[in-house]
């Protein structure tokens, strides 16, 4: 997820970044969406046609209070085990946090929601640091302590506590975790330096055979006049390059995707690049713009005297940018150089070098050892989906993670291979050239380990300012999976794995969202096939929740019913698998935007995460892997769900005890419904039994009091559980529901 707020590390920039304004995906940004989307198309399996915020209102107003669904038994959609198919995640926190959660009585709670699969998430990944998972290992230039770190596969101790380590070379002022880095671009250190990432030249990996050009953009604060760069290479320099500048949209961001094109400067284009310090004339008059970009595509390959390792001279290093108009004195500069984020101009880079030394340990930032997450019970005895990193790491070290694991004797279902690398500008074709590279390394490790990804930070990423002109009109996935394609590998990619937090608004009505929440993640997944996904190939959702910023309703009854409703479509859908986000007790997170208070999260707890309240998510989620489902991994078939109104969600499953059991969620905030189920499409006739268990979840059981930092439930109670008659399910506005009966002889 996209800057994910967790307390203890600094939330000033999290979420930053949007790579989907102007189609209110999963997105993370300052900016709020223009609109959201409208859905072309009717929701297949469970719900009626979603086509916008009219067409809710027109159903607000004029659905009848008794509905009759109907549930075609002639041919199931879906079909799913529990085990398999629910769970949460672990992840990275601030220092001393991982003790404070990794208790008993914590692991007794966490367990209690019945998630049984856990997924590790990788917050080094996202905060450009190399992960250490084994704090033994071996340094590429041992007697200083510095180079590209592999850890060992084995350790005779357990690992409990593992860190990051900050990248001296990188090229980004923000990131997506706690941004305490900064940028080596502008940073006024000539001694310093950003670095492209070794393992996407060819020199490195002998079976790649396409180019793979590098670039930095530097955003100007507002538009400029500009005529000159001066460039302070550092080793390996580019040798050809293209200086350009962005005509088009002006925006605060690059992620908000804005209408337009890059431009070479008129005397941008460099075809014999020397090194050193070059000052370069682009134009004869002033160009007028916000963002310039440099282009690199052909490399010096040299390196710094004595070096003795080949990935030293491979790709492109920049010591100093300065950016403006020609003065007497060489130029007069329009960039802010400075060692942190607020004292330096944003920059962005496609990649960046993953050495680093002892030195750049990052100890305010704990990921949980693989022996505390395998011991915790957490696991519940089943495979893991764990994250292997890939754009700031060696193939070598993720080889050795999964050797490790193997040892250990960990069971691990899925590996992921990095994580959100749209959300870090990196391109397609450079991100498929790092998977295949790194899909040899752990096939040799581990011959027949499912790999897969690349945890997306949104199914509508669409960077298309940062990438490259040829081929920027394709989708990332098109262009990711064509790769595979034509190097004969798409079976490496065993499945595809995304986050999804559909709501950036959170200060908006929460209404018009939940009405919207099932229309988007349907075509969602439908476009990831038009993109060219396989429909056979499994789907994962790495990661769910409310939104990526604090929001009252991730803690009020709201995400009840966007949680189950979720879990319940993506898996009528033929979804594989979902992990919850917030599974760790955590405390309330400010939005500054409207002062709201929230999170994702099952727990409310301390600032020691001492638990004091369940929250409205636990209760939805208790109640669908408790009572709508039978727990366990037996075999679960959904089925088509037909129903005249567009607020209420519908799934019928069979469960393997021969029940059936109907999840049922009426996203209308005003209105109660009296739902009639009706079988059709069986000659065997099936029904409900004439006497059903129903459990209801709504304002009567669970209702949030927002008070600041403060905030509580009240009531917080359990779904109300009776035995009813089969002939109406009355639903309450806002709340959900779960109906189970005996299947008819």
Known sequence: MRGRRIPGINTLQAARRSSALRHAGNSKARVLPARFLTFRRAILCCLPLTIGAATRLHAQRSTPAIVTATVDVSRATASFSPAAALGAGVDGHGRGTLRDIYTPANIRAMRSTGLNRLTYRLRTELGIEAWHWNPRGAWSDASHAQGYWTSDSTSASEIMITHGYRLPRRGNTIDQADNTGYSRLDDGDSASYWKSNPYLDRTIDPDETAPHPQWVIVDLGAVSAVNAIQIAWADPFATEYRVQYWRGEVVGDIDENPAGRWVTFPRGDIRAGAGGIALIGLADGAVRTRFVRLVLTASSHTALAGSRDPRDSAGY??????????????????????????????????????????????????????????????????????????????????????????????????????????????????????????????????????????????????????????????????????????????????????????????????????????????????????????????????????????????????AALFDADLVGHFLSLGGTAAYFYGYEPTYLDREPRCNAWGNNALFLATSRREIRHPVAAYHALRLLTHEWLEPGMGRHSAYRVESPDSLLSIYAVLRPDGRWSVLLVNRDAERERTVRIRFTGDTLGARMSARNDEWIFSRAQYRWHARGANGFPQPDRSPLHSRTRADGIVMPPYSLAVVRGARAP
């Not at 229309?519 to 990526?548: C, F, H, M, N, T």
Request: aromatic share 10%; proline share 9%; charged share 20%.
């Open 317 to 558: 290093a920049i010591r100093e940018l300065w950016i403006g108009t020609r003065s007497p004195t060489g130029i007069a500069d329009l960039l802010h150089h400075g060692a942190s984020r607020a004292t330096q101009s944003t920059t962005y880079a496609s990649s960046t070098d993953p050495w680093h030394s002892v030195r750049d340990l990052d100890i305010d930032l704990e990921q949980p050892g693989f022996d505390r997450v395998f011991a915790s019970g957490l696991t519940n005895g089943y495979p893991v989906m764990i994250p292997v990193p890939v754009l700031f790491s060696t193939p070598e070290d993720g080889a050795n993670e999964l050797r490790f694991l193997a040892h250990r004797n960990y069971p691990v279902e899925r590996i992921e291979l990095g994580e959100e690398p749209d959300g870090q500008y990196v391109t397609p074709e450079d991100y498929a050239a790092l998977y295949l590279r790194w899909a040899s390394a752990l096939h040799r490790a581990s011959p027949n380990m499912t790999l897969g990804g690349p945890s997306f930070q949104g199914l509508d990423s669409r960077v298309m300012m940062a990438w490259p002109d040829d081929s920027a009109g394709a989708p990332w996935m098109t262009r990711f999976l064509s790769v595979l394609r034509a190097r004969g590998r798409a079976a490496d990619l065993g499945f595809v794995s995304f986050e999804w937090y559909p709501f950036d608004d959170v200060c908006a009505p929460t209404a018009p969202q939940l009405a919207a929440a099932p229309g988007r993640l349907a075509d969602a997944l439908q476009r990831l096939e038009s993109e060219g996904v396989p429909p056979a190939l499994p789907k994962v959702i790495a990661e769910y929740g409310y939104s990526a910023f604090a929001s009252r309703a991730e803690v009020s009854i709201e």
